[in-house]
């Protein structure tokens, strides 16, 4: 199938700029050129002419396994259930113009296999696999009481994640997920606000631990991401050689010139807390977590500008849960706020291209990537807010060179 996109303004991701209007030609799913012009047929023509060509957006944190955010429903739905919400937060998360997104936790390979086959529609999906989580941390999601373990070797995993403690348990969970497909691995190195029991503050597993599971990412050429929130957790991993911090809303300056000197990256996620603050008690999270959340809340913004000060590379996250996924493209005004609109979009674009692995494919208008593309009313580089808007903003969202959303 040949598409051709043409008399648009066509965005170059690599300088940032616009550099006037241009055909973009996509034969099979893939760009074969971006010319002054196009002439011959194609199967399908879209006339762009007045509006602005961009890369398919990127999601650099998201979490399809987290369907809902009434946590009582999320332990009692079954796998079809499941998958029917998992679908529909997927094909909502394409038609917002998100054509690529990292997936930092859970079993998502029924829905891309349902995505690869046409059975569902959604973006692409590079997935972490099963979050990795000592007991009591983070990602040990299970409540209730539970008998002690009979031996240090115990392991545990859901859908969502490995509860696994010491070097070796960490060792194979981090083989397991491999094993399984994912891209990249995840832990958690501190508290969190979605699970009720550890403390924000908490720090979570140790270097030794952390080290190994960088090192089985590193015989597989890849990294891992750590969900992190203190200055003692961001430090402690990427000092255990950690590539990614997620969220890292307490980051000091002593942790960010830690990570600037490792070039390790930071993915702020400021939107799933808004939304938290915003729909949290009606959309049914508990207190004990909506009480954490307001102070990681209060400290994103500040996370940011202690970043930039200190030179840390960052991309483009939003981690927000179930219902909460319609504030997707909010996370780009809220940067907004302490970012200029050309950073955010080069994290978006550039930086979360390399942490998929997939530069040069995806973030891009070139030969060779993939023909994901959106068309948008509205210049981005001046109107951030607006572009913001998918449905105003939008006009069409193209993957793989056929049409999603015409507005």
């Known amino acids: 199938m040949l598409t051709v996109i043409e008399n648009g303004t066509v965005l170059d991701t690599s300088t940032m700029e616009f550099v006037g209007e241009r055909a973009v030609i996509i034969e099979d799913g893939v760009i074969v050129d971006v010319a002054d012009q196009h002439s011959g047929s194609a199967d399908l023509v879209i006339d762009a002419a007045g509006s602005y060509v961009v890369p398919g957006l990127i999601d650099g944190h998201v979490h399809f396994r987290l369907a809902t955010m ?3 429903l999320l332990a009692e739905m079954t796998e079809v259930e499941f998958g029917i919400r998992m679908a529909t937060l997927a094909r909502d998360t394409v038609e917002r113009g998100f054509t690529t997104v990292r997936d930092l936790g859970g079993d998502v390979t029924g829905l891309m296999r349902a995505i690869r086959r046409g059975v569902a529609s959604g973006p692409r999906i590079v997935p972490a696999g099963r979050m ?6 983070h990602g040990d999601t299970e409540g209730g009481y539970r008998e002690p373990p009979t031996c240090a070797c115990a392991m545990r995993s859901t859908a969502f994640g490995i509860v696994a403690d010491g070097p070796e348990a960490v060792r194979k969970a981090a083989r397991h997920n491999l094993r399984e497909g994912s891209a ?3 832990i958690h190195v501190s508290g969190g606000v979605a699970t009720p029991s550890d403390p924000l503050e908490s720090v979570q597993f140790t270097e030794e631990e952390i080290s190994v599971a960088v090192v089985e990412a590193a015989h597989r050429q890849t990294y891992v991401a750590a969900h992190a929130y203190s200055p003692e957790s961001i430090q402690l991993a990427i000092e255990a050689g950690v590539h990614c911090i997620e969220h890292g809303n ?3 300056d002593v942790s960010a010139t830690t990570m600037a000197s490792a070039d390790a990256v930071l993915v702020p996620t400021l939107a799933t807390y808004e939304a938290m603050d915003q729909l949290g008690e009606e959309l049914g ?3 004990s977590n909506r009480a954490k959340n307001t102070k990681v809340y209060a400290a994103g913004l500040a996370s940011l500008e202690v970043a930039r000060t200190h030179g840390v590379t960052m991309g483009f996250g939003t981690d927000l849960i179930g219902e ?3 504030r997707q493209n909010r996370e780009l005004v809220l940067r907004h706020e302490v970012e200029p609109a050309v950073d955010i979009l080069r994290s978006m674009w550039n930086t979360n291209s390399r942490l998929c692995h997939l530069e040069g494919r995806i973030g891009t208008l070139a030969p060779g990537a993939y023909g994901d593309v959106v068309v948008s009313r509205v210049n981005p580089l001046e109107d951030l807010a607006a572009f913001a808007d998918p449905m105003t903003a939008f006009s069409h969202v193209i993957q793989g060179g056929q049409i999603v959303v015409e507005r």
């Open 70 to 72: 009434d946590f009582r």
């Open 285 to 287: 999270l508990p207190a």
């Open 324 to 326: 909460s996924q319609v």
């Open 184 to 186: 990249f691995l995840k």
């Open 132 to 137: 990795i989580s000592q007991t009591g941390g």
């Open 250 to 252: 307490m980051l000091d």
